[in-house]
């Protein structure tokens, strides 16, 4: 299960990482050689950059591709290994009941019931295991992306605030209840 969660969560991260790269392939459009990955990686020119960004890029979707297959296997492996147990868990248990029991509670009910909750356990492990962590770690990312830029504006070397322009003195209409303008 823990194979399963760790693929989930990278498969999470790797479907991620290409909206982030597209951040910083702006980030070099418009800042060129004073760019993060100027600085992370000492390419300083912009098409190595964009270059090197496109390279990240497909080994990312090759990461993201296999850590999506692996976790597809695993998951379906101990979705069937539950089921497979809480099948042979629930045949026993119905084996030990006293006969008494089944006069008062249809079989075909009983097998019913078992068989539909074993069932929806085993689309949940399947499917909605994953797609619970997808959503836990989409939002756990999201929340570090929004927060990132605003660290980076403040602490940005050489960044000047802009000031805003004062705008004109609008001058009422003559005869308006406001008067004359005055500067």
Known sequence: MWLATILTILNKIFDV?????IGFAVDVVVTDQNSLVSQWT?????????????????????????????????????????????????YAHVQRLELGYFEDASTGGLMSI??????????FLDTGAK???????????????MRRPLRRARA???????????RAARRPLPGSPRGPCRR
């Open 17 to 21: 990482a290409p909206e982030i790269l």
């Open 131 to 145: 797609e619970i962590i997808h959503t836990v770690v989409n939002v756990i990312i999201v929340g570090i992306v």
């Open 42 to 90: 000492g390419i300083h020119d912009r098409w190595h950059q964009l270059l090197f960004l496109g390279i990240l890029n497909v080994v990312i979707w090759v990461l993201e591709s296999a850590s999506e297959y692996g976790y597809s296997i695993v998951w379906r492996n101990l979705a069937q290994t539950v089921e497979h147990d809480a099948r042979m868990d629930a």
């Open 156 to 166: 940005r070397p050489g960044a000047r605030p802009r000031r805003r322009r004062r």
């Open 114 to 123: 078992l068989n539909d909750d074993i069932n929806q356990l085993e689309r």
